[in-house]
């Protein structure tokens, strides 16, 4: 079946510093959403990326889509201590099958 | 700005007991998830419902769970004989279309099978 890895699992940052999270499917997605959970909470969606190659931007978050449609990064400039939770990816075949990563968790040091 | 919608937030139920989570999707709405997450892990697809049928289940949506949309609000996840491994977060989602719109998940349902 499918299988949808991100690394890393966990991300320790700097306040002030940037990280990348990786996401890398088994087969072609159709699209891939990213949600961020903080502690505590649910998913909360943050980005759809439908095309090849795509690059979107939310302020200090910068969303990627492979060219092959197989990965994706999500890249935090600035980490900020509201960047606190977890990122899932979250990757969509052609049949509308749903499957997330296993997220990375982002703690940030003052 | 309307939002998903769960009760109980908090569940306890012993072993081999049935339990029924409640979900109440946004409103206009044609597309149902639920999700189940182990503490600590990743989040778990179990069951998407369209149109007043599953379209998508995964492996882990045996025949011990069942999905049921009794009415034109509430959307229902049904487990018949809880297991141990049943304790997770279960959290059900809505989207306007399908799965290729965004998702807005609710609040989740703590499950804890004793």
């Known amino acids: 079946g499918q299988q949808v890895m991100q690394i890393p699992q966990y991300q320790h940052v700097q306040e002030g510093e940037d990280f990348t999270t990786y996401c890398n499917s088994s087969?072609?997605?159709?699209?891939i959403q990213w949600y961020k959970q903080r502690p505590g909470g649910h998913p909360v969606f943050l980005i759809q990326l439908v095309k090849s190659g795509e690059v979107k931007k939310q302020k200090r978050l910068t969303f990627q889509f492979g060219e092959a449609k197989k990965n994706s990064s999500l890249h935090i400039t600035a980490t900020q201590t509201t960047d606190v939770g977890t990122y899932f990816c979250a990757g969509i075949t052609n049949d509308y099958k749903l499957s997330f990563g296993a997220g990375t968790t982002v703690t940030v040091r003052a | 700005e309307p939002e998903v919608t769960q009760t109980p937030s908090h569940q306890v139920t012993q072993m081999g007991q049935e339990v029924i989570l409640r979900c109440v999707p946004i409103s206009n709405h044609l597309y149902f998830y639920w999700y189940r997450q182990i503490l600590g892990q990743k989040v778990e697809f179990l069951v998407s419902f369209y149109n007043n049928e599953i379209s998508e289940k995964s492996e882990i949506f045996d025949d011990q769970f069942s999905v049921e949309r009794p009415d034109g609000s509430n959307f229902t996840l049904k487990i018949r004989s809880t297991k141990l491994e049943d304790s997770a977060m279960y959290f059900c989602?809505?989207?306007?279309?399908?799965?290729?719109?965004?998702?807005?998940f609710g609040p989740g349902t703590r499950l804890t099978v004793t």
């Open positions: 087969t072609t997605l159709s699209n």
């Open positions: 989602a809505s989207s306007q279309r399908s799965s290729l719109n965004e998702q807005y």
